[in-house]
């Protein structure tokens, strides 16, 4: 099966001539979520667990300006250790970084587009962006919702990042038609917490379950992905006070830096990763293997439908 618009691995391309499940990966978490050798180590891990769990992995990133679903080990490595000097893209980055033939980080926003693009209904990643905290005055509302809004694949992470306004990113998602589904929970996890204090539109106890949900949905046209949320194991689950504490003195210093935009999210996430010395990067590793896990299940589950 060939596409023209998005180059796959062999593997890739494999599993989806045959039939088979394929998980979608971001590369921003590479590229701009941790340090290497951790993030190189994380990647690895995170593939082989879609592996283990009966799926094939697909790591997408812009590469000399070519759409790419499925990476091989030594460009993985690469994104690794460049780091933040590859360029985070986003919908509205996908048309520049192709035409100038450079290499795109992607996000859970750019990385929903080329999987669709693809024919990969399902994704992991760690957390969705969304509304942030003092949004009303900024207008710093994540990509990622309108994403959710109109393409067809379905998010697993560890529900929206805790440095965000959780309850104004609910409110989006609703107005989008969004299902927000949390996987044997009723409460929507905090990213790095199991709990937010605000609940999921269903609790959904199985992975057939959401296979079967997320067939209704696109069977019936109805347009737009899922939001799949899935708590961090509990031994690697950090304080909820504790954690709200953290995050309000990083907004603090990011407000007293006049540090906006995209450069806010990697500075809240480096600066609560200095503030937990390091307790964050653990259970950010832990989550996001966790939703790999899951990922491949359902996306077992969903080609079974």
């Known amino acids: 099966m060939k596409n023209l618009k998005v180059q796959l691995s062999q593997e890739v391309e494999k599993a989806l001539s045959s039939g088979q499940p394929v998980v979608a990966l971001e590369s921003t978490i590479i590229s701009h979520g941790m340090p290497y050798p951790q993030n ?28 790419r679903a499925g990476l091989l080990r030594q460009e993985i490595e690469s994104f690794a250790k460049k780091g933040m000097q590859i360029t985070k893209v986003s919908r509205r980055d996908i048309p520049v970084i192709v035409a100038q033939k450079k290499d795109g980080a992607t996000t859970v926003a750019s990385t929903m587009i080329i999987a669709e693009l693809a024919g990969i209904s399902i994704f992991a990643t760690g957390g969705i962006g969304g509304v942030h905290r003092g949004a009303e005055e900024s207008m710093d509302i994540s990509a990622d919702l309108e994403e959710l809004g109109q393409t067809n694949v379905a998010v697993i992470c560890a529900g929206a990042k805790s440095i965000l306004d959780i309850g104004l990113t609910l409110e989006y998602l609703e107005t989008k038609g969004v299902p927000v589904l949390g996987y044997q929970t009723s409460e929507l996890p905090a990213f790095y917490t199991r709990e937010s204090g605000f609940k999921v539109d269903s609790k959904v106890d199985s992975a057939k379950e959401l296979a079967q949900i997320l067939r209704a949905k696109w069977d019936l046209g109805l347009k737009g992905g899922v939001v799949i949320a899935n708590p961090v194991p509990k031994e690697y689950s950090l304080d909820f006070k504790e954690m709200e504490k953290v995050i309000n003195d990083a907004l603090a210093e990011m407000n007293q830096k006049a540090i906006k935009g995209k450069d806010s999210t990697p ?13 964050s990067l653990e259970t950010n590793i832990q989550l996001v293997l966790n939703n790999a896990k899951l990922a491949a299940e359902i996306a077992v589950a969903y080609c079974r439908e």
């Open 40 to 67: 190189f180590e994380m990647a690895l891990a995170v593939e082989d667990q879609v592996r283990k769990n009966g799926a094939t992995p697909a790591t997408i990133a812009i590469i000399d300006g070519v759409l």
């Open 267 to 279: 500075f809240l996430l480096g600066k609560v990763k200095e503030l937990t010395a390091g307790k």
